[in-house]
């Protein structure tokens, strides 16, 4: 009600008035004024019993005005409210629900904290809205295909330096993998796809984008056109092609938007997990990330359509190191010495070969195959210099002045012309 004498009624309400005073007033019978509001004739009589005795106010709802016996105590809503301003003024409310629990042990649901969040004006709404795109079934098998990509981001907020993380991503179940590295490169991919390895297994494709570290952009040798090779691959594709995993390169970001999407949850959900921690090192990201991505996993892991794990699993006797790793072939001089990088590297033992394959291990090792064997080499540090040819001499050149009587100084012409 809003005032004395005056009834507040929606337009329900004044239709079931309406009704029931034509069956006070015998205008229609009670099992027709049950029908009309679709009631049945014992609810009819007991609103009628109830316009007879307390008025047409009879007929609103009794809560009407009152608070919600749910309603949460306003001290509360102050605690969280303050809780939020002081500890995670940029969190979004399902992420503050999780550490508002966890950390201050407090349970509210997500939706009360976005509501006092709007009434407060923490908080607004985002309205996503992106292009149409043609939806792609999930891969059948863990470790079908895995998703790939390098996010560069200010990981640590300033209070370190800048990482990218690595990170792989499930197609069938959504598992995350990753890894936190100083850039994005092939010596990172390579380390972070042998540390993917060593906990899953070997998968059967590998999704990525364009990246040079991931499809190479130079052009074909001559020797690789004679080999038939149609396109040139990168150091990373090779060392995959040599696994027996299948690369495959996304044409556009929207393509592989599974990891996409995984990297914008992980700069808002990482960032600021790592932020409560204080974490400071690329090393303590990485300790951090191990310990994290389990729990993640297990909230956002959906099941597979198919419950076999497509995972090769390398026996004891594969090494690793033998695959993921810089390969790079050179000519033997005739002095049994190898150029690489700039340095000169001396052959302890003859090779037959004009060709030897160099080996640029993830830990910083070189080594010089020939066939299935290493051979034993050391690096030239101090080379003959070079005699400098001795400096030319020049003379002088002393200038002369010419006589008084030189025809130099004679007026033109200086003899006289011949007489004919």
Wanted: hydrophobic content about 35%; some cysteine; aromatic content about 8%.
């Amino acid at each position: 009600m809003t005032g004395k004498g005056i009834i507040e009624m929606s337009v329900r309400e004044l239709r079931r008035l309406k009704v029931l005073q034509k069956a006070i007033d015998k205008q229609m019978t009670q099992r027709m004024a049950a029908s009309v509001l679709s009631v049945s004739e014992r609810q009819i009589r007991r609103l009628i019993k109830g316009v007879r005795k307390r008025g047409e106010e009879s007929v609103v709802h009794q809560s009407r005005g009152r608070g919600s016996n749910r309603t949460l105590p306003k001290k509360l809503k102050a605690k969280v409210l303050k809780l939020y301003g002081k500890r995670y003024p940029d969190f979004g409310p399902t992420l503050a629900v999780e550490k508002l629990l966890e950390r201050d042990g407090i349970q509210i649901s997500d939706e009360t904290l976005r509501t006092w969040l709007l009434e407060a004006g923490l908080w607004e709404k985002k309205r996503k809205r992106s292009s149409h795109r043609q939806w792609r079934q999930r891969k059948d098998c863990f470790g079908e295909m895995v998703q790939m990509d390098g996010s560069h981001h200010d990981w640590l907020e300033g209070r370190g330096p800048k990482l990218v993380l690595m990170g792989y991503i499930d197609d069938a179940t959504g598992r995350v993998f990753g890894r936190f590295y100083d850039y994005e490169g092939t010596l990172p991919a390579m380390e972070s796809f042998k540390q993917y390895i060593q906990k899953y297994g070997v998968p059967m494709a590998v999704y990525v984008d364009r990246h040079s570290t991931y499809k190479s952009s130079k052009e074909l040798t001559v020797e690789e056109e004679l080999a038939g090779v149609t396109t040139p691959l990168s150091q990373f594709q090779r060392a995959l092609k040599e696994l027996g995993v299948e690369v495959i390169h996304a044409l556009s970001p929207q393509a592989k938007g599974r990891v996409e999407r995984l990297f914008g949850v992980l700069q808002d959900r990482l960032v600021k997990e790592m932020r409560l921690e204080g974490i400071k090192t690329k090393e303590g990201a990485n300790v951090f990330l191990e310990g994290y991505l389990p729990i993640y996993n297990a909230r956002f892991e959906v099941c597979p359509a198919n419950a076999t794990d497509a995972h090769v699993t390398l026996s004891r006797g594969v090494d690793l190191d033998r695959y993921l790793c810089i390969k790079e072939q050179r000519t033997v001089r005739n002095d049994n010495t190898v150029s690489y990088e700039g340095k000169l590297y001396l052959i302890h033992e003859g090779v037959n070969a004009k060709k030897v394959m160099i080996e640029e291990r993830l830990d910083g090792v070189m080594v010089i195959r020939h066939g299935k064997g290493d051979l034993k080499y050391r690096e030239i540090t101090g080379r003959p210099v070079k005699a400098s040819p001795p400096a030319r001499i020049y003379k002088t050149r002393v200038s002369s002045v010419p006589p008084q009587d030189h025809p130099w100084r004679k007026p033109w012409p200086h003899r006289e012309v011949a007489q004919v």
